[in-house]
C-alpha cells in the first residue's frame, strides 16, 4: 500500500506557472504507474496526465499538452506536475494516483489517491 501527500498548490494568476509534487510513502514509487487528476467547482474529476514506472513514457489530457510536464523522481519517491502558461480553467484540485497498470488515464484503474492540493486564479 502507499499513502500520497501533493504540495505545491496556491494562487496564480493567468500566464503563469505553478509545480505540484506528490510524495509517496509505504511501497516504494517505482512500483507504480503515477497520474494527476483534477477537479474544478461544479465539474466531474478529469484526467491530466500520466507516467509510467520508469519515466520513460508520458501521456497528456488535450487541455494540457504543451502547457504542463509530468515527471518523477523515484529517489525522492516523488511525481511533479510543473505547469506553465496556466489559465482561468486549470482552477481546481489537484489529486495524484498510482496505478499497478502500466500507463493509465481513467480513474477506476488508479487503486490510491492523495489528498488533493489547491490551485486557484488569483
Known amino acids: 500500500q502507499v499513502q500520497l501527500v501533493e504540495s505545491g498548490g496556491g494562487l496564480v494568476q493567468a500566464g503563469g506557472s505553478l509545480r505540484l509534487s506528490c510524495a509517496a510513502s509505504g511501497r516504494t514509487l517505482s512500483s507504480y504507474a503515477m497520474g494527476w487528476f483534477r477537479q474544478a467547482p461544479g465539474k466531474e474529476r478529469e484526467f491530466v496526465a500520466a507516467?509510467?514506472?520508469?519515466?520513460?513514457?508520458?501521456y497528456y489530457a488535450e487541455s494540457g499538452k504543451g502547457r504542463f510536464i509530468i515527471s518523477r523522481d523515484n529517489g525522492k519517491n516523488t511525481v511533479y506536475l510543473q505547469m506553465n502558461d496556466l489559465k482561468l480553467e486549470d482552477t481546481a484540485i489537484y489529486y495524484c494516483?498510482?496505478?499497478?497498470?502500466?500507463?493509465?488515464?481513467?480513474?477506476?484503474?488508479?487503486?490510491?489517491w492523495g489528498q488533493g492540493t489547491q490551485v486557484t486564479d488569483a
Open positions: 494516483a498510482a496505478t499497478g497498470k502500466l500507463l493509465a488515464a481513467i480513474q477506476p484503474e488508479y487503486d490510491y
Open positions: 507516467i509510467t514506472r520508469s519515466g520513460a513514457s508520458t
